[in-house]
């Protein structure tokens, strides 16, 4: 009874730890009334907009497709460019027809639930979905791993400002990585469920574009990583195709929709198809990257950027690069870029297996696991960057986040590997005592 009621109390307490991020995230809410959040300012000054837009004229008034200029609300933000540049990205009339209106939906059913004033009060529901997913996230990892890399794992999620800082946010990064979490938590589980990847799929979909990749293939690399982080695990590579192919169906549902959306309002298909089409032609960087030496150049930099930074550590008390307009939006654990904490951590592992080869232990090759689960992170996380790396450069505060898969796969496999250490540990411990003892009784009757 009293085992249980302990059991109990650590489960709450984890409970509280899963809760964490969206209690940082929410504590800045009591005084923040209408302001814009840093994480998007620009994107949120415009689904406000829309919003505006959805309420005075109707949601179906373009389409479903969302105003960006109606009332001119915030001006300067988004695309209320004083300069008038922004014919690239809007019809004249103001009209947005690129990226799938799935986050103006959810501020305009979170404005009828809470009011449209403060938009504090709107970003309650995105901070209840990013809390809900975060709990779901942790406890999937409990019951898959065992209470310890439970603790570990979401205490290390708890350094990395960007598991946290956009919770509020109105548009789509208050989404995205809450859908992200929910994926991972589902596919870590020894269930066979299916049918979730296509929700998720669908609902990323009507989110970004941006997160195609990590949506698609999740379910295969966290099957093809589980061996390496605890050995004796079997790849359930049919069910990971499944996922798969799936969550890529749901993915394509919600841009076909978009796409009928977008033809709509145009009444034109030839003229939708051409109009997304450029837009993911300017995504390329069609026009802008010239050959394939210079595309290498543009994804070089990216990757040296986002994992280095041209000032790997940062601290409460000394942030470098504040004149760089990229420098904040690098991914950061405890003030390290995520290249610097992998060395800190490679050369662990080095230290670790020759430890075991010094004490003749039979190695588990944990230096081969761990670079094996960096390619599998790393090409997850960075293939949105491959395939479009002119928006990657010009939109580096959305898809820095995209590298907390790969930091999840790392922090998980470090969780793990000290788990595994401790348990061993214990349980020598535990064969021990009892010989110790009946030693002792021995000597005793010698006496």
């Given at each position: 009874m009293a085992e249980r009621f302990v059991r109990r109390l650590w489960a709450i307490a984890f409970f509280v730890l899963c809760c964490c991020g969206t209690m940082l995230a929410g504590w800045p809410l009591r005084n923040m009334g209408d302001a814009l959040l840093h994480a998007d300012p620009n994107s949120e000054a415009n689904a406000l907009r829309e919003v505006d837009g959805f309420r005075a004229e109707g949601v179906w008034h373009y389409a479903g497709l969302g105003n960006t200029l109606f009332n001119k609300r915030y001006p300067g933000w988004g695309f209320d460019d004083p300069k008038g540049e922004v014919w690239r990205w809007i019809t004249p009339e103001g009209v947005y027809t690129h990226y799938p209106q799935g986050p103006e939906y959810i501020l305009y059913i979170a404005e009828a639930l809470f009011g449209p004033e403060p938009v504090a009060?709107?970003?309650?529901?995105?901070?209840?979905?990013?809390?809900?997913?975060?709990?779901?996230?942790?406890?999937?990892?409990?019951?898959?791993?065992?209470?310890?890399?439970?603790?570990?794992?979401?205490?290390?999620?708890?350094?990395?400002?960007?598991?946290?800082?956009?919770?509020?946010?109105?548009?789509?990064?208050?989404?995205?990585?809450?859908?992200?979490?929910?994926?991972?938590?589902?596919?870590?589980?020894?269930?066979?469920?299916?049918?979730?990847?296509?929700?998720?799929?669908?609902?990323?979909?009507?989110?970004?574009?941006?997160?195609?990749?990590?949506?698609?293939?999740?379910?295969?690399?966290?099957?093809?990583?589980?061996?390496?982080?605890?050995?004796?695990?079997?790849?359930?590579?049919?069910?990971?195709?499944?996922?798969?192919?799936?969550?890529?169906?749901?993915?394509?549902?919600?841009?076909?929709?978009?796409?009928?959306?977008?033809?709509?309002?145009?009444?034109?298909?030839?003229?939708?198809?051409?109009?997304?089409?450029?837009?993911?032609?300017?995504?390329?960087?069609?026009?802008?990257?010239?050959?394939?030496?210079?595309?290498?150049?543009?994804?070089?930099?990216?990757?040296?950027?986002?994992?280095?930074?041209?000032?790997?550590?940062?601290?409460?008390?000394?942030?470098?690069?504040?004149d760089d307009v990229f420098e904040p939006y690098v991914f950061r654990f405890l003030g390290l870029t995520l290249a610097l904490w992998w060395v800190a951590a490679t050369v662990c592992m080095v230290v670790a297996d020759a430890r075991r080869r010094d004490r003749g232990l039979a190695s588990a090759h944990l230096l081969a696991r761990w670079c094996a689960v960096t390619v599998i992170g790393l090409m997850v996380s960075s293939l949105w960057w491959l395939a479009m790396p002119a928006h990657s450069v010009q939109h580096f505060f959305l898809h820095y986040r995209h590298l907390f898969f790969l930091f999840f796969l790392l922090a998980l496999f470090i969780a793990v590997s000290v788990s595994s250490i401790i348990e061993h540990r214990t349980l020598a411990l535990d064969h021990l005592i009892p010989s110790l003892r009946g030693r002792d009784k021995d000597d005793q009757r010698g006496k």
């Open positions: 009060r709107a970003r309650i529901l995105p901070l209840m979905l990013c809390g809900a997913a975060s709990v779901f996230f942790g406890f999937s990892l409990r019951r898959r791993f065992g209470p310890m890399v439970g603790w570990l794992v979401m205490l290390a999620c708890l350094g990395v400002p960007s598991f946290y800082d956009a919770n509020t946010s109105v548009h789509m990064l208050g989404y995205t990585l809450a859908l992200l979490l929910v994926e991972i938590g589902v596919c870590v589980g020894r269930n066979k469920r299916v049918v979730p990847l296509v929700l998720l799929g669908f609902a990323q979909g009507w989110m970004s574009f941006d997160y195609v990749f990590l949506v698609i293939l999740t379910p295969l690399a966290l099957e093809l990583a589980m061996p390496l982080v605890s050995p004796g695990e079997v790849v359930r590579l049919r069910l990971a195709a499944a996922r798969s192919s799936i969550a890529a169906a749901g993915f394509a549902l919600a841009h076909v929709l978009h796409l009928c959306q977008v033809w709509a309002y145009y009444g034109s298909l030839s003229r939708a198809v051409e109009d997304l089409g450029a837009s993911a032609r300017y995504r390329v960087g069609v026009g802008e990257i010239h050959g394939f030496a210079d595309y290498l150049a543009h994804v070089s930099w990216l990757l040296t950027y986002q994992l280095f930074s041209r000032y790997p550590v940062s601290l409460p008390i000394w942030r470098p690069g504040e």
